[in-house]
């Protein structure tokens, strides 16, 4: 039985103490004081970040994938960073991909006992044909998430690398998994509400994990996504003025490599740059 009084993420934090009396600039700044402390907490976790970002970008040049796994709001997070990477670096939507507690329902209504069902997330991994060139991230606040430890099990299994978010040092997915980042952000400005502050972390954390494993995967040229898909107005105006930075092009000869490239920018960038 985990004891959830001994984890940070549930105690009490004593600078809110009394928020209920507060007037709402009182209570907004109260808020951003605790979520200034945020970033601190995942510096002390940068080299993690960088072995879990070697991790991915290995994998994902073995032909792997990425499965970021939990419940709640940190399920919901992983399915957000796994739905981002497509349009932004032009890979494959089975490349990357969140798979949350009780499934797709749970993504727009809460389904909390999800989070108690060991096979709740495994079931859904073995329908996706998970296998040991596959990475799993496991992202879980608290760290006592029975669902994600059944994820956890499954991955061990399968003999793939696993990963855990996690923002409690005492976490139970740090044993289990090969590598464990921890970003330990303290007690919640309301008791236990890990929406908050350590979603905060977790989002920063995924957001580094797949950027830098996307960069190092290829998919970015200088600080430019050069794999973006120009799916609408803005996005097309974007990858053109991408082309003529990268290139010094007119913004009209960038608009015809664009299109002559059938709209892969870093292919247009090649065609220019070798004269094509």
């Known amino acids: 039985m985990i004891d959830f009084s001994g984890l940070k993420t549930e105690a009490v934090n004593n600078n809110t103490a009394n928020i209920d009396k507060m007037s709402s600039l009182e209570i907004v700044k109260c808020i951003n004081d605790e979520d200034k402390t945020v970033a601190f907490a995942v510096e002390k976790a940068l080299r993690e970040i960088a072995a879990g970002v070697d991790i991915l970008a290995d994998a994902l040049y073995d032909g792997g994938r990425i499965f970021y796994v939990g419940a709640g709001t940190s399920g919901r997070l992983g399915v957000l960073d796994a739905s981002e990477c497509p349009p932004t670096y032009g890979v494959s939507s089975e490349v990357v991909q969140g798979v949350l507690a009780g499934g797709r329902a749970a993504a727009f209504d809460s389904v909390e006992d999800a989070e108690d069902d060991f096979e709740s997330i495994a079931k859904q991994l073995r329908e996706k044909g998970f296998c040991s060139k596959d990475v799993l991230v496991?992202?879980?606040?608290?760290?006592?998430?029975?669902?994600?430890?059944?994820?956890?099990d499954l991955a061990k299994k399968a003999g793939s690398h696993t990963i855990a978010v996690t923002c409690n040092r005492n976490s139970g997915l740090i044993p289990m998994c090969e590598l464990a980042i921890v970003a330990e952000v303290g007690p919640e400005v309301i008791n236990g509400s890990t929406r908050m502050k350590a979603g905060t972390a977790q989002k920063m954390i995924l957001n580094m994990?797949?950027?830098?494993?996307?960069?190092?995967?290829?998919?970015?040229?200088?600080?430019?996504?050069?794999?973006?898909?120009?799916?609408?107005?803005?996005?097309?105006?974007?990858?053109?003025?991408?082309?003529?930075?990268?290139t010094g092009v007119s913004y009209e000869t960038a608009s015809a490599e664009l299109e002559k490239a059938n709209n892969v920018i870093a292919d247009a960038i090649d065609n220019i740059e070798g004269g094509h």
């Open 209 to 246: 994990l797949s950027t830098a494993a996307m960069i190092r995967f290829g998919r970015v040229r200088g600080n430019y996504m050069a794999y973006m898909i120009p799916s609408n107005k803005k996005l097309v105006d974007r990858a053109i003025r991408i082309i003529s930075a990268k």
């Open 138 to 152: 496991a992202i879980s606040a608290s760290g006592s998430a029975n669902c994600v430890m059944g994820a956890i």
